[in-house]
């Protein structure tokens, strides 16, 4: 399939590791031009170095104005952006009943203000130029909250609800507006989750992994690069007709349609 990426510009936030670097990955093996970005600068240059067409740019989205500075890096680096693929770390495991006032707004300014601030910059362009793709990185969660992750669950679902409604207003200017669940996938965020785990129950992380395979349909956790896939789909020219849909990648684990 041709994708119909090369030449295109995208920025993946969030890229030096896990989900996001192997969505920058597999973008830029479609023949994208890729401005991988993170808080760890050295990490995106040499992850940068390494592809065919790509920059590194040292970011921390929670800064003031840093959303508006890395979209002009970008632009400055390849020109308009045609991708955005929106991505962020998650915040701390917690219970809802314990969670704060303080922690629910930090987590809706990652998980939504920061996203919706990298939209806001890129979409302008998108418009006049008829084309372009946003694609979130969100999490099973939106769609069946995930125990102990109340922050979380939270906060992507609050950008779910605010990127369906931008894809309405958008899509007779050719720009889709999508997202993409994961779920069990192996991380080193998912990794984390499972130490936590292991620790409250008294088991090992081994143990922890084992329980939660048996209850995913495909028994196993997803590879990112299986993920990075789908995310490459949305993005490319023959998704062109899919907008404002959330795209599961959990092996079954979510029992429903």
Known sequence: MDT??????VLVPGSTSGLGLACARQLAAEGANVV???RRGEVAKAEAAALPSAVGVEVDLAEAGAPERLHDAAVAAFGPVDVLVLNSGGPAPGLAADVTPEQMSEALHTLLLQQQRLVRAVLPSMRERGWGRIVAIGSSGVQQPLA?????NSGR?????????????VAADGVTVNMVLPGRI????????DRGAAERSGSTPEQTRAASEAAIPARRYGRPEEFASAVVFLASEAASYVTGVQLRCDGGLVGSY
Request: no cysteine.
């Open 186 to 193: 192996d991380t080193d965020r998912v990794a984390a989750l």
């Open 36 to 38: 991988l970005a993170g």
């Open 4 to 9: 119909g990426l090369t030449g295109r510009t």
């Open 148 to 152: 102990r992750l109340a922050l979380s």
């Open 157 to 169: 679902a609050a950008l779910a609800g605010y990127l369906k409604t931008l894809a309405a207003e």
